[in-house]
Each structure stands twice: as C-alpha cells, then as structure tokens.
C-alpha cells in the first residue's frame, strides 16, 4: 500500500484533509505500518513530508530499528492526563530540545494537580472551564495570577490536547468544537506603562556591582531579552560593523537578528569584557557573561534584586525562610513561592 489514510477521501481531496498519513512497507516476508506523524514524532500535513517519513520508516526498517522508535502506548493501559504529561515532556519538549524544557516540569505541576490521575479521552470543554476559573481565584497571601500566566498554563494545555490527537491518542479536543474555540484566553494588557529614568539609571548603575552594571548597560542599550544576553559570545560582536548578532537558536522568533552597538559606553563595556584577569583577550567562542570558571550565568535574582533595593536606599540581608509546600523558587513558577527573600536591616 506505501502511503495512504484511512478515512472516505480520495485524489486531491485526500491529500488536503486532516486525517494523519499511514506508511506501510513489506521487508523480510513482513508487513511495517504505521501512523506517520505518530512514528516521527512531528507534525506531517502534506504528502511530501508523509513521503519524507516513509522514507525514514523504511530505513529503520531495514537497520532492524523500527520497533525501538515507538513504544506502543496503548499496550500499556488506559491514557491518563498524568502519563500523558510524561510522555509529552520527554517525546516533545525534551525531545525538540525547547526552550520550555528547563521548566516544563514546574509548567505542568497545576495540571497534574488538576486533572492527575484522570483518562485524557475523558476531559470535557467543562473541565477545562473549571480549570481556568480556579486559576483566577486568589491564593492564600491573596494575590490572583495575572492574565498572562493564566493564558501560558491554558495555551500548554491547548498545545497537549492538539499533540495528543496528532499523535492519535485522542480523538478530540475539549478546545474546539468543528471551528468554533470553547475556550477563550484572558484578555491581557501588556502595555509598558512607564520606562526607566534618566535618575534611576544612574541610580541603578550606582548600586550595582560591575558584572551586574555591565548587563544593566547591554539590557538597556540593546533592548535584549535576558536569555538572548546571556547567550552572546564575543564571537556575536562586530566591532569595526558596529552590529551584535542574535544568533537564531537564542532568540524567541527563532530567527537570527542584529542589533546596533548604539552607544560609547556599551562599546566600552565590551571592550573591558573582552579581557581576562591576566590582560589577555578571552577566545571568540567564549560567553560574554559568564561566572569565574566561563560556565554560563544562570540566574542573577538575587543581586539584581539587592541592587534595586539598594538604588531606593533600602539595606538588605538575605535569610532562608521555609518553603512553602510544593513550592521551589520564585523563578521556577508562577505558581510558586521563594524560597529566601531579601529582609530591610532596621
């Protein structure tokens, strides 16, 4: 048969509807078959790329390896939400290697909550109503979740709900209904209000240590998100061009960007970045921001956290408090709690 659906189509009519494309492949006195997108584990709506993964199918055949790429799912026992999860962070997300991967476990803890140990076949349009409704409840401090985060959790789910029938383990989604969506996101207003004043600048630049008042300088002289700061390499950097490269596996859209070296003193910042302790230029490869042994920088909540304090004139020290239950870090979650917070000395 080679390449072919099961549904009522036929001719072009076939090739355009939203039914999966099946591979089958005769080898050894054996017949392989398969749905396509569940077996390459990504999205195939036109016949070219169904061919392309028949291609692969056959290859695999013939290595002996087509029984390892897919663990049969439904071998294993009814689908719950809960597994269902697990299998759409390491087949997916982990998988694809995305950038949702460094939190996708603290992502998911909300729904796991919610819908745990419940059949994925048996969440209704309803259920997920409900969902949403207790995401807009006040917590316990009483603070409520502001549209966007509460729109990040229902778009994750909205995007397993539509994996998951790509993948053929459901049917149905409880997010549409034929073309009309069930489920509206919050409206959000994400309009900059205010920005950063000449005052506070130097405030901020004041208070902060030099590494920190380096990114300080790069953030506000470039417009980069801090994921995109992070990853520059002295590699990124024209100098004579007066341009940084964005390199597109760092940056949201995907796609590679330049931004000018707009000012003297981001110049000069990168100029004394440049060099070691020893006096030395650091390697074109290596990051611009980096911790004492040139592993990249994580996270700096915590000094950027002192120096706003310290900018406004407000004396800090760090203490542990106990975590709240469930909870891990301010950073990992909106749905959770620190773990320390700085305390103002009287």
């Known amino acids: 048969m080679g390449l072919y659906k099961l549904c009522g189509h036929s001719g072009r009519a076939r090739d355009r509807c939203e039914h999966p494309w099946w591979g089958s492949y005769h080898y050894g006195g054996r017949l392989y078959r398969t749905s396509l997108p569940k077996w390459a584990n990504r999205k195939i709506d036109t016949k070219a790329k169904a061919q392309l993964a028949l291609e692969e199918m056959r290859r695999a055949v013939r290595a002996g390896k087509f029984d390892r790429r897919e663990p049969n799912v439904a071998s ?123 005052d506070e600048e130097a405030k901020l630049l004041a208070a902060a240590p030099p590494q920190l008042r380096s990114m300080i300088v790069v953030a506000l002289d470039t417009g980069t998100r801090r994921g995109e700061m992070l990853a520059l390499r002295f590699a990124d950097l024209d100098l004579d061009r007066g341009l940084i490269a964005l390199r597109g ?24 970045l ?30 950027w956290v002192t120096t706003v304090l310290k900018a406004h004139g407000v004396k800090t020290t760090w203490v542990k408090t106990p975590a709240q239950e469930g909870e891990k870090g301010v950073e990992d979650s909106p749905y959770e709690g620190p773990l320390d917070r700085p305390q103002p000395i009287a």
């Open 76 to 198: 294993e026992g009814p689908l719950t939400f809960r597994r269902f999860a697990q299998i759409y962070a390491d087949r997916h997300v982990k998988a694809k290697g995305l950038s949702l991967a460094a939190d996708i476990d603290c992502r998911l803890r909300p729904l796991l909550q919610q819908f745990g140990d419940r059949l994925l076949a048996d969440i209704r349009t309803a259920d997920v109503e409900d969902f949403v409704a207790s995401l807009k409840k006040p917590r316990q401090n009483g603070a409520t979740l502001a549209p966007a985060s509460i729109n990040r959790t229902v778009t994750l789910l909205r995007h397993m709900f539509n994996w998951a029938i790509g993948r053929e383990y459901i049917e149905r989604t409880p997010f549409r209904r034929g073309t009309e969506k069930l489920i509206q996101l919050e409206q959000e207003d994400n309009k900059r209000r205010r920005r950063v004043s000449p």
């Open 249 to 272: 596996v760092t940056t949201k859209s995907g796609k590679t960007r330049h931004v000018p070296i707009s000012t003297l003193r981001l110049r000069a910042v990168f100029e004394w």
């Open 274 to 303: 440049r060099i070691d302790g020893e006096g030395k230029e650091k390697p074109a490869e290596a990051l611009i921001f980096a911790d004492e042994e040139g592993k990249p920088i994580v996270t700096f909540r915590r000094a």
